[in-house]
């Protein structure tokens, strides 16, 4: 297991080193540059100022001198600059979106393996049900909605019409001054709709592999033998069944990890939520390449890391991958 | 939307989004008619669909990071209501006969927001950062029209300039940054940035990355302490979201697309809660020929195409009647527009024989026009995220089809769109937009030496008599001579039809009826905000 796990860890640095490659070449072949985008179309600008500002991001500097530079910066941990006109620190401008993302996605994360997980065993042992049918026509309207609509109707709905719900954004202006559980209260009051909004969608896909996982299970011998035995139904499934039935969902989980970080932009941008998604958008288009760089970098990080951590999962889940 | 933003052609002055030209302003009536005195206290919440980039306005180039600085900057000069340049922290000035000299006797016991006195050294700051070429601003550019500057004293600056430059006085509009918190320091970095220091009526209280910036009341404001205590940007990048925040009563200042105007706030319950107003807009969406393409040389082509195309019914397709027909580069209402410019009306018969009379006159068997065997087509070009401009070549498409003209549509990103294709002059018709600043200059974009990659006269107009003209209006701070050099311009790009003006889209601004004292003018809204209020039983924040 060590020497497995070793050698894992080591294969990571040529693929870092690849990805980042990768990554860098291609946002560079993408046409325009951040230059481009700040000072084009304004008669204001002259072309010497263009040529100034490129020399001063150091874009006047051949591809792979830029690679270095940046690769030389990484290394200490330092991703650099934005390019934008706030020049901030690129760990600042992440480490500022990163929490809201990560907190939303993890609850939704739950949320979808808490509901997927009962539909995906209740649809498989009511096979060809009622109870199945509609449980399927129900996820996968919220696989086919298309998120936009449902959120903006969603938020007629309880925000406009009923006024239950707050419509967009994080906090209530002036929510400063509440005390701690009126605060929570009321961020948890804004995070109703995006948080139902997200999970609806990957319904879907979460539970079928679940009902599939399930009735492959079902069909097994030794759920032929345990009933035989005359355990009952609560406990072959629960018991016996399920754990087997949850190993795909492991890889599936692993997946997610990656995912954690990347936020939607349709999604931020509807609910106001200033995450990851709205960042790395609005960095690609303006081609600020030390943003687009660094949420790519720790991105494809945390993937190798997910990867990894499903592996493990795998090997102390299943014999036969431990010793094999 | 978010591309549009970046159709940036603003002086620093004009910084609010509610500046626009004089002519109509119409309002729809009051509402909470019955009007309480004053008060001090609430809050205005303005939605805002980008984020600020920096508080440092000469680094910014996004209208987002103005319209917030606007607020917590002032300028030497500034546009009144009527579209005038007056004083703003300086209490007036002098230009010498010649044009060439310009002294400003700035105000005296104006305070930074950290108590530090305004005095000349912040003025002669700020012009020496804006003009170091290691400061990444896109405004450098009028200053460096400049010969000599110097104060004279604490609160006088005298500004000297090789020939009369008239875009001058208003280019000291630009914000003025404090020397007292930012000489000898990398701007960049500077910490400024993020908190800024000004002398306006708003100091800098928070700023929430991604969710909003709080500003607060300026109590010691040399116009007076405003009366509203707090104004607030909210971030909400998406428009139907902003809208709905509205109806909530999460925003109470907006802009509302043509059809939210047109159809979805005219109910009873909205106008009693909100005023809606509507002036034309600083800008205008034009069809842009490139010159240097066979097609497009030859006059009769370009008044062919003029002819086939209804504007009315883009005004009425795309804005729902929300703006007006664009007849050259000066919007209506301004000083420098000129009224007996005849335009090419809509009129498919006139098209044809035009097009006939360029040798434009068989038609093959799709119906589309050929000469020498070639058929009459083209691609328009436009930017993407955008819906107005592409409902708008969707039409013109459809019209041109009936004149025999196959027109196809291309949509491409913005990055791409300026560097594969503007840049490198391979496109040949573009559909985009100017904004305009309030002085009628328009070189950059006419002027034949503009013409090279990444210059603004990207389709390659040449015209002698303009170049002369342009340079002419330039130069002198006589308006009546500068009106007669625009208004010549305007005649000859009226038959020269370079481009085909569209239309000038109506800005229509909406405000919480709670918010009392907004006074609509030839600049918008925005010239008075200082003077708005809440009354003391109608506060909310």
């Excluded at chain 1, 999604?267 to 960095?283: A, R, T, W």
């Amino acid at each position: 297991m060590t020497t497995y796990l070793a050698k894992r860890i080591i294969m990571l640095i040529p693929l870092m080193i690849g990805i980042s490659l990768i990554s860098f070449s291609v946002i560079h072949l993408a046409p325009g540059e951040p230059v481009e985008m700040q000072v084009a179309m304004n008669p204001k600008v002259s072309k010497e100022s263009r040529e100034r500002l490129r020399k001063l991001y150091g874009l006047d500097k051949p591809l792979h001198e830029q690679y270095f530079s940046w690769v030389g910066k990484l290394a200490r941990f330092d991703l650099g600059r934005s390019f934008s006109s706030d020049s901030r620190p690129v760990v600042e401008k992440i480490k500022e979106r990163l929490p809201v993302t990560l907190s939303l996605n993890i609850i939704a994360l739950l949320l979808e393996f808490g509901l997927a997980i009962p539909i995906g065993i209740m649809a498989a042992t009511h096979r060809d049900s009622w109870l199945d049918k509609g449980l399927t026509i129900f996820v996968f309207i919220g696989f086919a909605v298309p998120t936009f609509w449902l959120a903006l109707l969603l938020m007629y709905f309880f925000g406009v019409k009923l006024n239950w719900l707050p419509i967009s954004g994080l906090h209530t202006l002036g929510s400063e001054s509440y005390g701690t559980l009126h605060y929570l209260w009321d961020m948890a009051k804004h995070l109703v709709m995006p948080i139902m909004v997200a999970s609806f969608g990957s319904l879907a896909g979460l539970s079928r592999y679940m009902r599939s996982s399930m009735l492959n299970v079902i069909g097994q011998d030794y759920i032929t033998t345990a009933r035989a035995k005359g355990l009952s139904e609560r406990v072959v499934i629960y018991k016996h069944a399920l754990r087997n039935a949850l190993l795909p969902l492991i890889t599936l989980l692993g997946f997610s990890i990656p995912g954690l970080i990347g936020g939607s932009v349709i999604f931020e941008s509807i609910y106001s939520i200033p995450g990851m998604g709205q960042l790395f958008y609005q960095s690609v288009m303006s081609r600020d390449y030390p943003v687009v760089m660094g949420i790519l970098v720790i991105g494809a990080f945390l993937t190798l890391i997910g990867n990894l951590i499903a592996d493990v999962c795998y090997a102390v889940a299943d014999p036969r991958i431990r010793h094999g | 939307m978010s591309a549009a933003r970046w159709f940036m052609l603003l002086h620093l002055c004009s910084v609010l989004f509610l500046v626009a030209c004089s002519q109509p302003v119409t309002q729809q009536k009051p509402a909470g008619a019955k009007d309480s005195k004053p008060a001090y206290g609430d809050a205005i919440v303005e939605g805002t669909i980008g984020e600020a980039s920096t508080l440092i306005p000469i680094l910014a180039s996004d209208s987002a990071s103005h319209a917030v600085a606007g607020q917590i900057y002032n300028g030497l000069v500034k546009y009144d209501k009527n579209l005038n340049i007056v004083g703003d922290l300086a209490e007036s000035y002098d230009i010498s006969a010649d044009g060439l000299t310009i002294v400003f006797h700035l105000r005296h016991g104006v305070k930074w927001h950290d108590g530090a006195p305004f005095t000349s050294r912040d003025v002669l700051y700020t012009y020496r950062v804006v003009i170091d070429p290691k400061t990444p601003t896109a405004y450098a550019e009028d200053f460096k029209q400049v010969k000599s500057i110097s104060a004279l004293g604490a609160y006088t600056v005298k500004v000297t300039y090789a020939t009369p430059f008239a875009p001058a006085l208003a280019s000291w509009g630009m914000n003025i940054l404090p020397a007292h918190l930012l000489e000898g320091q990398d701007i960049t970095k500077s910490p400024l940035t993020r908190k800024p220091v000004g002398t306006g009526p708003y100091r800098f209280k928070e700023w929430i990355a991604g969710q909003k910036i709080v500003l607060e009341s300026n109590h010691d404001y040399f116009e007076g302490r405003p009366w509203i205590d707090r104004y607030i940007y909210r971030i909400i990048p998406d428009t139907s979201t902003m809208y709905m925040e509205m109806k909530a009563g999460g925003v109470d200042l907006m802009s509302l697309t043509p059809v939210q105007y047109a159809r979805q706030t005219t109910t009873e319950r909205f106008t009693s809660r909100f005023n809606k107003y509507r002036y034309p807009s600083s800008g205008y969406l034009y069809m842009g020929y490139n010159l240097r393409h066979p097609l497009f040389t030859d006059q009769r082509v370009r008044q062919a195409l003029t002819a086939a195309i209804d504007k009315d019914e883009l005004i009425h397709g795309v804005l729902f009647g929300m703006g007006q027909k664009a007849h050259g580069p000066i919007v209506p209402g301004r000083w420098a527009y000129n009224p007996n410019v005849k335009d090419i009306a809509y009129d498919p018969k006139v098209a044809s024989r035009l097009l006939a009379e360029a040798g434009w006159k068989e038609k093959n068997s799709d119906g589309i026009l050929v000469r020498d065997g070639k058929p009459f087509r083209f691609t328009i070009l436009t930017n993407q995220g955008n819906q107005q401009r592409l409902l708008t070549a969707q039409i013109v498409q459809q019209r041109l089809r009936f004149v025999g003209i196959d027109v196809k549509i291309r949509i491409v990103e913005w990055a791409t769109f300026l560097k594969e294709f503007i840049d490198k002059g391979n496109f040949e018709v573009v559909l985009l937009a100017w904004n305009i600043s309030q002085d009628p200059d328009m070189y950059d974009i006419w002027h034949s030496s503009k013409t090279n990659p990444g210059e603004l006269n990207f389709i390659g107009y040449k015209n002698s008599e303009v170049d002369r003209l342009l340079v002419e209006g330039r130069s002198t701070f006589d308006i009546e001579k500068r009106k007669r050099a625009y208004f010549r311009i305007q005649e000859i790009l009226a038959i020269d039809q370079p481009y085909t003006f569209l239309y000038v889209p109506d800005a229509l601004p909406v405000v919480s009826a709670r918010i009392r004292g907004v006074e609509p003018a030839p600049a918008g809204i925005g010239h008075n905000q200082i003077k708005w209020y809440v009354p003391k039983d109608e506060q909310v924040y």
